[in-house]
């Protein structure tokens, strides 16, 4: 199993896509308002590509009439955010009826983007992976919220980001950055699986299928019709 995710911890997981209802995101974002921590929702209906990723996040966050509104730009103001109201509280961004994004082209380098944003924010180390004690660390995550749509099902779309791991854990889809270029994060070791999940494609492609579900399930830690779900997304890929 891994580590619940947090709202109010400085630790990974960075990223969660879960369903409004779970009773873990009430129960996070209430203790998070208790230690004076922010919630910002964002609707994720308004995100149909990065160019309105960029002012969606512009716009809700108020960011300086400079931002570069690119990806670069994104992870440099969302980890060193001040917008009105901060003052270096803890923050929990929730992006909201994000089911569409699961269509969409980029998903895993906004997955990637925002964890990164988030271990630099959460961790504040330096190249060397030492505490940059400049700079003060504040917890930041980054919340998904599917109205119909099963996490799993963003799986293999969300493992495609640059240096991304991703497990299951009750129902969730978790997300982190590998250890090996991102110190003091997650080791990209069970029950973390890092990178596109090719491990399972020539059981697919030769149609061994109950084996890849095995695969799936015993690096994800998942169900086998978790695993079932993530086999469907991968052979769609595959087949393209």
């Known amino acids: 199993m891994t580590t619940e995710p947090t709202l109010t911890e400085r630790r990974s997981p960075w990223v969660v896509f879960t369903s409004p ?95 990164q944003a988030a271990w630099n924010s959460n961790l504040r180390l330096d190249g060397d ?25 963003f799986a293999e779309k969300a493992a495609r980001g640059m240096d991304v791991a991703v497990a299951l854990s009750d129902g969730r889809l978790l997300a982190t950055l590998t250890d090996v270029d991102w110190p003091g994060g997650d080791n990209a070791s069970a029950p973390w699986t890092a990178g596109p999940l090719s491990f399972a494609d020539e059981e697919i492609l030769s149609g061994r299928n109950i084996e890849g579900m095995k695969m799936f399930r015993d690096n994800l830690g998942c169900s086998i019709h978790e695993a079932l779900d993530i086999l469907q997304s991968r052979s769609e890929l595959l087949r393209r």
């Open 21 to 115: 209802a779970d009773p873990w995101l009430a129960s996070e974002t209430a203790a998070l308002g208790h230690q004076n921590g922010l919630v910002l929702r964002l609707d994720g209906r308004e995100m149909r590509d990065p160019a309105s990723v960029f002012r969606t996040f512009a716009r809700e966050l108020s960011f300086l009439g400079y931002f570069g509104h690119n990806w670069d730009a994104l992870v440099d103001y969302l980890q060193d955010w001040h917008g009105p109201g901060h003052g270096n509280q803890d923050l929990a961004i929730l992006i909201e009826h994000a089911d569409g994004l699961l269509e969409s082209d980029f998903l895993g380098l906004f997955v990637s983007v925002l964890a």
């Open 129 to 153: 992976g030492e505490l940059d004690e400049c700079r003060q660390r504040i917890a930041q995550h980054f919340v998904f919220l599917l109205d119909h749509t099963a996490p799993v099902a």
